[in-house]
Antibody, heavy 122, light 108 residues
Framework: EVQLVESGGGLVKPGGSLRLSCAAS????????MNWVRQAPGKGLDWVSS????????YYGDSVKGRFTISRDNAKNSLYLQMNSLRAEDTAVYYC???????????????WGKGTTVTVSS | EIVLTQSPGTLSLSPGDRATLSCRAS???????LAWYHQKPGQAPRLLIY???SRATGIPDRFSGSGSGTDFTLTISRLEPEDFAVYYC?????????FGQGTKLEIK
């Protein structure tokens, strides 16, 4: 079964740091670009960051640029998000999501984890 | 940066009705990079449509997507009880991914 499982969420004070992980199984992780997408309480979806299969290209949304770092370990089938200088507005459920196949003519996210909750509060 | 505007914000319909959801881009976009998702409370989003009109694996044929340029539409031909959820359009561009603000499809 194709599966993504996030972990590492929790309560952190403003200015603090947190590292999220996403464990992939059931597919060849090293062949896919991966994404982090977040959803603040009661709000819509907000793309956070993308990383290509070999980590050659990395992209960030404007709201997290310079504070968050995406990375992956293909040997461990894992995706990470290092979050520094956290703010109250970073409070959200964070999802990891698999991107469409490398050679696809399309771009979409076809597999999602259940998410992990990050709360930034003093 | 491309902005996606979805309408209506809330759509109240009954099971068996036809639903038409709109997604308008602030500038012309490639249909190849336009996707639709729905999300039920407490669950992760699920891919419905990619490439503006291609159904994802396992998505019933009552869901269809259309459009080009700046105007895209998701149509659900006959609503089933499990279709009541929030629907998002998404675009992939040079700045990464952008989501619309969502349309809530609720039972009338």
């Amino acid at each position: 079964e194709v599966q993504l499982v996030e972990s590492g969420g929790g309560l952190v004070k403003p200015g603090g740091s947190l590292r999220l992980s996403c464990a992939a199984s059931g597919f060849t992780f090293s062949s896919y670009s991966m994404n982090w997408v977040r959803q603040a309480p009661g709000k819509g979806l907000d793309w956070v960051s993308s990383i290509t299969s070999s980590s050659s290209y990395i992209y960030y949304g404007d709201s997290v640029k310079g504070r968050f770092t995406i990375s992956r370990d293909n040997a461990k089938n894992s995706l990470y998000l290092q979050m520094n200088s956290l703010r109250a507005e970073d409070t959200a459920v964070y999802y990891c999501a698999r991107e469409s196949p490398l050679l696809s003519s399309y771009s979409y996210m076809d597999v999602w984890g259940k998410g992990t909750t990050v709360t930034v509060s003093s | 940066e491309i902005v996606l505007t979805q309408s209506p914000g809330t759509l109240s319909l009954s099971p068996g009705d036809r639903a038409t959801l709109s997604c308008r881009a602030s500038q012309s976009v490639s249909s190849s990079y336009l996707a639709w998702y729905h999300q039920k409370p407490g669950q992760a989003p699920r891919l419905l449509i990619y490439g503006a009109s291609s159904r994802a694996t396992g998505i019933p044929d009552r869901f269809s997507g259309s459009g080009s340029g700046t105007d895209f539409t998701l149509t659900i031909s006959r609503l089933e009880p499990e279709d009541f959820a929030v629907y998002y359009c998404q675009h992939y561009g040079s700045s990464g991914y952008t989501f619309g603000q969502g349309t809530k499809l609720e039972i009338k």
